[in-house]
């Protein structure tokens, strides 16, 4: 009887093994068996936080075995990897980098990511990282989008104004123009407008000035966002000199000319015009003083132009009305 009892338990214990599952044959025994494979389990004992650590161990669901606890490193950063971007309108979700103490990369697997206003100007934009599964926290990671810059180009400088023109900025409801002042040792506001070009005016002839056009718009508050200072393109212009009035006087075949001297003007050229072929015959090309002999003149009526140009090389200008004239006889 007794043979028969001990082969009616080994046949049972071999069918418990062949299953898998020794704990059904385990029970009522005062040793625990041994699984063929174990079927490992994750306990978390704390979760690792900012700067706390954190474990865990593994165990098996079909016996007693459990492993040692295994040590989480505490959240030491969260870090965006990008956090201004230009608004064209598109979300922005800007990568991260997140490490623990050992300065180790935690897998992504770890957080939740959840990007907040991020496709607009104007509001609050943030990235909420959540933790979760060995970790446990929460962070804010705050981002900007801003408008891009005014790409602002001269189109036409005259002796009194100068005319600007830029491409659409996305996002932009108006562009402000401003002019550096010296005194109070700042930019400032000139005008507000809607349109892609501007003209200043009542400038002096011959003289250096500073402008930048900044894009901005406003929210549902009435709150402005402006493209900032810092980065804003500053654009430095020189007018161009207001056009010398000369006069002139013939005597015998030579002509004299002067004229008074002209604001910002670092040279000036003299011109004949030919009726015959209505064009400007350069007399000297590059003249400091403000008297010139005009010698060996065509017999007859002529016509003289003097041109003042500041020191970039821009000239005043082909005015007809300041055309003055002599008779050579």
């Known amino acids: 009887m007794k043979k028969i009892i001990v082969s009616i338990l080994s046949l049972l214990l071999v069918m418990c093994v062949l299953a898998g599952n ?8 005062d040793t625990d068996p041994v699984c063929v494979e174990h079927v490992l389990k994750e306990k978390v004992v704390k979760r690792a936080g900012p700067g706390t650590d954190g474990s865990y161990y593994r165990y098996c669901i079909n016996c007693s075995y459990k492993e040692d606890p295994i040590t989480v490193p505490g959240i030491i950063g969260v870090r965006l990897n990008n956090t201004t971007f230009i608004y064209d309108g598109t979300p922005k979700t800007p990568g991260l980098t997140v490490r623990d103490n050992k300065l180790k990369n935690i897998d992504p697997k770890n957080y939740d990511v959840k990007y907040v206003n991020n496709s607009v100007v104007g509001k609050k934009t943030y990235a909420l990282i959540t933790f979760k599964g060995r970790y446990i926290g929460t ?6 989008i801003r408008l891009g810059d005014v790409d602002t180009q001269v189109n036409k400088i005259s002796a009194h104004a100068v005319k600007f023109t830029w491409q659409k900025v996305a996002g932009a409801k108006y562009y402000r123009i401003y002019q550096y002042d010296s005194k109070q040792e700042t930019y400032v506001r000139i005008a507000n407008t809607a349109n ?13 000035y500073y402008f930048l056009v900044r894009a901005y ?8 966002f402006l493209r900032p200072y810092r980065t804003a393109k500053k654009v430095c212009i020189t007018t161009l000199c207001v056009p010398p009035k000369p006069s002139a006087s013939a005597s015998g075949n030579n002509v004299n000319l002067s004229w ?8 000036y050229r003299v011109f004949r ?36 140009y500041n020191a970039r090389g821009a000239g005043s200008g082909y005015s007809t009305q300041n055309l003055v004239k002599a008779v050579v006889k």
Request: proline share 1%; hydrophobic share 35%; net charge positive.
């Open 196 to 208: 892609l070009s501007y003209t200043v005016k009542n400038l002096k002839g011959g003289t250096q």
């Open 273 to 308: 015009y030919d009726v015959k072929t209505q064009k400007y015959v350069s007399l000297v090309a590059r003249y400091g003083g403000r008297t010139f002999v005009a010698q060996n003149q065509p017999k007859g009526t002529n016509y003289y132009l003097v041109r003042a």
């Open 260 to 267: 008074k001297r002209v604001a910002g003007a670092s040279y």
């Open 22 to 29: 020794v704990s059904a044959f385990a029970k009522g025994w």
């Open 217 to 224: 718009f406003t929210n549902a508050d009435k709150k402005e």
């Open 139 to 144: 962070y804010i990671r705050d981002f900007t």
